[in-house]
C-alpha cells in the first residue's frame, strides 16, 4: 500500500466562478478558491497528487438549452482561471460522483493512495457524491469544509454532512 496521499480539486470551472456565472452559482469565488490554492499548495510541497477534475457535458442543443454550463469546448467548461494548476492530473466526468469516470477510478485504483482528500465544488453535488464514491474504495477520505462550496441551504448540507459521515469520510 502507498503512504501517498492525492487531493482531489473537484468542478472549480468557469461556469460556476466566473462574473458570467449563472445566479444558481453563488459561491464566494474569491474565499473559495483561496482556500482551495492553498491546499493545493500544501499537497504539493509534500510531494502528494493533486488531481483536478472538470464536469463536461456533450456538446448537443438539450445541454446547452436546458442545462447551460459545463459544455464541452467552451470557456466557462475551462478551469478557473483563478485556480493554480500544479499538476497533469486532469479527468473529466459526465455525472456527479468522479468514480463514475473509467480513466479516473484506475488512476486512483491504481495509485493505491493512502489518503483521499476533496475540495471543490459543490458538498451537496459533486464533492458529496465523489466522496460517497471514494468511501466505497479508498483507505481513508476527507472533505475539508474550509475549501468546499455550497449553493443549497444549511439542511440540505446537513442532510449531507451525516451522509458522509455515516460512510466513514471525514470532515476537516
Known amino acids: 500500500m502507498s503512504d501517498k496521499k492525492a487531493l482531489v480539486v ?3 470551472q468557469n461556469d460556476y466562478l466566473w462574473d ?9 469565488t474569491d474565499r473559495l478558491t483561496a482556500e482551495v490554492n492553498e491546499l493545493i499548495h500544501t499537497f504539493e510541497q509534500s510531494g502528494d497528487d493533486v488531481i ?21 469546448n467552451t470557456p466557462g467548461a ?9 499538476s497533469q492530473l486532469f479527468f473529466e466526468k459526465k455525472l456527479s460522483n468522479s468514480f463514475t469516470s473509467k480513466p479516473f477510478r484506475e488512476h486512483m485504483a491504481a495509485m493505491d493512495y493512502s489518503e483521499v482528500h476533496l475540495c471543490g465544488l459543490d458538498l451537496c453535488g459533486c464533492v458529496g457524491k465523489t466522496a460517497l464514491g471514494a468511501a466505497k474504495s479508498c483507505k481513508k477520505v476527507y472533505v475539508h469544509q474550509n ?5 443549497f441551504d444549511s439542511k440540505r448540507q446537513s442532510k449531507m454532512i451525516i451522509a458522509l459521515k455515516n460512510a466513514g469520510v471525514i470532515s476537516v
Open 78 to 86: 475551462e478551469l478557473y482561471g483563478g485556480l493554480d494548476i500544479v
Open 52 to 72: 483536478y477534475i472538470a464536469h463536461i457535458l456533450p456538446d448537443i442543443v438539450t445541454n446547452r438549452l436546458f442545462i447551460g454550463f459545463s459544455i464541452r
Open 147 to 151: 475549501a468546499v462550496g455550497s449553493r
Open 20 to 28: 458570467k456565472r449563472k445566479p444558481m452559482f453563488s459561491y464566494d
Open 10 to 12: 473537484i468542478d472549480m
